[in-house]
């Protein structure tokens, strides 16, 4: 194609598409940035540099591609007399790049912006109201900010949406320690992944909370049920009796 047309920008946008998926980030980088000096409003080029710059915690380049894809994407609905409004956005139809308003949300609730977060979840969610990814996505904000009645409400309607999300079990057994129901956050875990696996993750978020001895005991059942294998619970052990014969030597002192 470039043999035909070597200034073609869709080109180029196709050639990174292509790497990208191939997992050749740089090569693609090149034809992104290629295209983009051909036609620096080619939206798709714009959403495929953001969320390929979030994967890599590019945090910065992420916000300005994905930032600009909107702008265009937005200025595209505003030319339609069909689209509709909600607050300062209008509402993205099926030509819009919807994993760039997912993307730029998730970045906001990363860098604490958790109330423009929830405006681009809710937004897409016009557009996908049965989406199971998108209300877990908005349930998990919810829980970022500890407001963990409504984190519950999404994520267990995430879960009426699709029974085999793993994240949204996931992020609802994270409600659940937070809400110090440590049985029911168990149950939760095991959902989405192995009981070992789950005692692991569960002694590990306790263990953050400073609770030692139940991370302890949590730890030593996850070895014991999978005894042959589970190297990070054995480190996750020793971490948490290195933490708690360190708070009982400053309590004794």
């Given at each position: ?6 200034e ?10 292509i790497h ?9 980088f ?32 992420a916000?300005?591609h ?6 265009l994407?937005q200025k595209?609905?505003?030319?339609l ?21 997912n ?8 860098q604490?912006k958790h ?11 016009e557009?996908?109201?049965?989406s ?36 949204a079990?996931?992020?609802l ?13 168990l ?16 002694g ?7 609770k030692?001895e ?8 996850a070895?014991?049920?999978s ?7 054995q ?19």
């Amino acid at each position: 194609a470039l043999d035909f047309n070597a200034e073609n920008a869709e080109t180029f946008y196709h050639i990174g598409r292509i790497h990208t998926m191939r997992g050749n980030p740089e090569i693609a980088f090149r034809a992104y940035n290629e295209a983009l000096a051909l036609d620096p409003n080619l939206i798709m080029v714009h959403a495929d540099l953001g969320v390929v710059s979030m994967d890599k915690r590019q945090y910065r380049e992420a916000r300005i591609h994905l930032a600009k894809a909107i702008e265009l994407d937005q200025k595209r609905l505003a030319s339609l007399s069909v689209s509709r409004m909600i607050g300062n956005l209008y509402v993205p139809d099926r030509d819009s790049p919807a994993r760039v308003y997912n993307a730029i949300a998730i970045l906001d609730d990363v860098q604490n912006k958790h109330e423009s977060a929830r405006e681009y979840f809710r937004l897409l969610l016009e557009l996908q109201p049965h989406s199971a990814i998108l209300i877990s996505n908005l349930g998990y904000s919810y829980y970022l900010t500890g407001e963990l009645a409504i984190a519950e409400k999404y994520l267990r309607q995430a879960i009426r949406e699709d029974q085999n999300l793993d994240r949204a079990w996931t992020n609802l057994g994270l409600v659940y320690v937070r809400k110090g129901l440590h049985k029911r956050a168990l149950a939760t875990f095991e959902q989405a992944m192995e009981p070992a696996d789950a005692l692991n993750d569960l002694g590990y978020f306790l263990m953050l909370e400073g609770k030692y001895e139940q991370a302890i005991e949590l730890f030593e059942r996850a070895i014991d049920t999978s005894p042959s294998y589970f190297e990070q619970a054995q480190k996750n052990l020793k971490r948490a009796k290195a933490e708690l014969s360190d708070e009982f030597r400053h309590a004794t002192n």
